[in-house]
């Protein structure tokens, strides 16, 4: 991967700011005609730096505002339970976020849904049927304090 000069950094800022903008806008803001830019943000692209370009959503409006971060304990460690619920949990579209993680559980899940009875359905009907898992220990969000999408650089 090639390293990033300033100019790398400012493109990458301004894209995670807002990357919605033309080429010629992101020129204009980092002090650069756009045929360098596009030559640029391809890079970045390429190497990996720039993952994929998402529209955030507000889950209020679509009735998905019921935030749940959920642990997740299996039922035994080794491989291959491990494997079976990376490979299940891909699968379920409530879950938008899964970390594998250290300390008393070994993954953490961020799940959205429409409130408290269509959450106990889903851990009835979706995650408890996931074969690996063990136990889980909810935490319900009340109010969102920061949420930033974007990587300090």
Request: some cysteine; overall charge negative.
């Amino acid at each position: 991967m090639s390293t990033l000069d300033a100019t790398d950094i400012r493109i990458l800022k301004e894209l995670q700011s807002n990357s919605n903008l033309t080429t010629k806008e992101l020129a204009a803001r980092v002090s650069l005609s756009p045929t360098p830019v596009f030559d640029r943000v391809k890079r970045l692209e390429k190497d990996g730096y720039i993952k994929k370009y998402v529209a955030v959503l507000d889950p209020e409006k679509l009735n998905k505002g019921f935030c749940i971060f959920c642990n997740v304990k299996l039922k035994q460690h080794n491989c291959s339970l491990g494997n079976d619920f990376m490979r299940d949990i891909q699968d379920v579209e409530e879950v938008t976020e899964c970390y594998n993680i250290s300390g008393e559980f070994d993954y953490m899940l961020k799940i959205y849904v429409d409130d408290m009875k269509h959450y106990q359905d889903f851990v009835l009907n979706k995650l408890g049927q996931i074969p690996s898992l063990g136990s889980i220990q909810s935490n319900f969000v009340m109010a969102v304090v920061k949420q930033d999408y974007s990587i300090p650089i």
